[in-house]
């Protein structure tokens, strides 16, 4: 699905935006900069926390579409391995996999490191009215300080899934795979920054989410790659058809 050069360009790229990323939560203040404007100091609260877009909508509502979405790709993923359909092509059954696993791995690897991450969310900062201690990331808590789990965004993870989208246009259309990959991520930082203004995430939490989606979906598309490869023997090519997407 991915030409060599476009898979070194790929792998370079999300080394490149994990070093960046990690330099903005351990060498700038972006993080508390954003925070701090979205942060009512008169009332002593996140003024969108509340809000119907910020909280029931997008927190909610769309949460709950997303995982809908999710199931249903899973659930035709695991009913296609039960009962294979003979007019679903190699290729085609290869993409369905790969959006079906990472509607799962992409939630649940971001639930686990967050699960193991000792970060606060903002609104629990003393600087915010809370009580906790504010730590970058691999930095040590101060003693006595409780580990805050909030560390990847868990909530953009919901949306984050669908950059896997990308792959129902390999390998004939790169172009578009790109665009629906660009859509997917800002979808993702979209659901994120409105996790953000309610004071439930700092900016670099939302694009670690992003980046562990993006490394993800890659090392998804090279396993199947190579599955493929492996297969090459057994089994017959795309049509040209799935080959265009």
């Known amino acids: 699905m991915l030409s060599s050069a476009a898979t070194r360009r790929i792998a370079l790229g999300l080394a490149a935006c994990a070093l960046l990323i990690y330099w903005l939560g351990s060498w700038t203040d972006v993080d508390l900069r954003l925070a701090d404007a979205m942060f009512d100091r008169l009332h002593g609260v996140f003024p969108w926390r509340d809000a119907w877009l910020a909280d029931t909508f997008n927190h909610r509502i769309l949460k709950t579409v997303l995982t809908v979405m999710a199931s ?3 659930a ?3 009913a296609d391995a039960a009962w294979p ?3 679903l092509g190699h290729v085609q059954r290869l993409r369905l996999r790969i959006v079906a696993l990472s509607a799962v791995l992409v939630p649940l690897v971001t639930s686990l490191l ?3 991450s000792i970060a606060h969310c903002p609104w629990d900062l003393a600087r915010y ?3 906790e201690p504010y ?3 691999f930095e040590a808590l101060p003693l ?3 580990a805050g789990h909030c560390l990847p965004a868990g909530h953009a993870s919901s949306a984050l899934w669908l950059v896997s989208v990308l792959v129902l246009w390999l390998p004939g259309s ?3 795979a790109m665009l629906a990959a660009v859509f997917s991520l800002a979808a993702g930082f979209a659901v994120g920054w409105m996790q953000q203004l309610r004071g439930a995430h700092f900016l670099t939490h939302t694009l670690w989410s992003m980046w562990i989606a993006s490394a993800i979906v890659f090392a998804l598309v090279l396993y199947a790659q190579r599955a493929r490869r492996r297969n090459a023997e057994t089994i017959p090519d795309a049509l040209p058809a799935e080959r265009a997407g």
């Open 129 to 131: 009215c809370g009580a």
């Open 135 to 137: 730590v970058r990331i």
């Open 114 to 116: 967050k699960s193991r």
């Open 76 to 78: 035709a993923a695991i």
């Open 174 to 176: 790169p172009r578009k």
């Open 72 to 74: 249903f790709v899973i």
């Open 144 to 146: 006595g300080a409780s």
């Open 85 to 87: 359909r003979e007019r």
